[in-house]
């Protein structure tokens, strides 16, 4: 198959671009990757996280009331998403590429930064972390079930993972894109779910988010629409009335309109060797 009839399958939706890569593939894209978000949005004295509306209402509310939790968060550069779970949490390890968001600490909280293997593994043990926070990175990495495997590996029993991703094309990636980093692209919806059931996680939340009119809004009015309740009410509101519009790649603009992320709260349960022996 050439070139340009293999992205017409990425664009469709039914294969993700990047997961048939192999390793040399891989540690190329890694290297494109390592600085890519620093380079965009690294100057923290102007950056203000404008996402803990949405994190709160789609994946922190629904984990139960644990404290003292071990939490690894992945590609969590400064860490300023974490701030609405401190109070519960007695270490932070973050996966970061990046050299810019270095710290010993996250809100006085001891903290530990580990450099990722390009490959995708983890290099912890297994069952190390009671809750994993990613957000927003999976559709920054070519091989997502590697990662999402390994994080189901180092989850404990009974643990939860709180993931968020695009799950559009975010535009034709062969080409620059303002504001995005060179090689990010949208995990297609089912090729999501089917992954999260692979790695043996339950879905305990699946909630579409991100409707596209947010930034322009947010511009227009110098607010963050999705720090704001009620506006993250209405998002959930227009995601689901909208989401019979669902397509991975837009062409078109009434293509556009539509949800653009989903949010999952995903658990760790129990599986019995003759279910671990069916996935394999």
């Known amino acids: 198959m050439d070139e340009k009839h293999r992205f017409e399958e ?13 390793n040399e593939k891989i540690l190329e894209w890694f290297e494109m990757e390592r600085e890519g978000y620093a380079g965009l949005w690294g100057d ?5 996280y404008a996402e803990h509306g949405i994190n ?29 779970i401190k109070d519960r949490v007695k270490s932070f390890t973050v996966l970061e590429p990046s050299e810019m968001f270095i710290n010993s600490e996250l809100f006085g909280i001891p903290t530990t930064y580990v450099k990722p293997n390009p490959i995708g593994e983890f290099p912890f043990s297994e069952e190390s972390f009671d809750l994993i926070v990613c957000f927003s990175v999976l559709h920054h990495i070519p091989n997502v079930p590697k990662i999402i495997n390994e994080i ?22 062969r080409m620059p894109r303002k504001g995005l980093t060179e090689n990010e692209r949208g995990i297609p919806l089912s090729i999501y779910r089917s992954i999260i059931k692979s790695a ?38 227009l995601c689901s009335l909208l989401f019979w519009n669902y397509t991975y790649h837009s062409t078109k603009w009434w293509q556009k309109i ?15 060797q003759n279910d671990c022996a069916e996935r394999q």
């Open 152 to 173: 189901s590996r180092c989850l404990v029993t009974g643990g939860y993972t709180v993931l968020r991703d695009p799950i559009v094309s975010l535009g034709d990636w």
């Open 56 to 84: 709160i209402r789609h994946c922190y509310r629904f984990l139960p009331k644990m404290s003292n939790l071990r939490v690894l968060a992945v590609g969590s550069a400064y860490g300023e998403e974490l701030l609405p």
């Open 44 to 48: 923290v004295t102007y950056n203000k």
């Open 258 to 272: 539509q949800p653009t992320s989903v949010a999952y709260v995903l658990l760790k349960e129990n599986v019995s």
């Open 200 to 237: 043996g996680l339950k879905i305990v939340e699946e909630n579409l988010c991100f409707f596209p009119i947010w930034s322009r809004i947010g511009s227009i009015f110098h607010i963050e629409p999705l720090n704001n309740p009620i506006l993250v009410i209405i998002d959930s509101i």
């Open 10 to 22: 990425y664009f469709t939706g039914k294969i993700l671009y990047g997961n048939d890569f192999d």
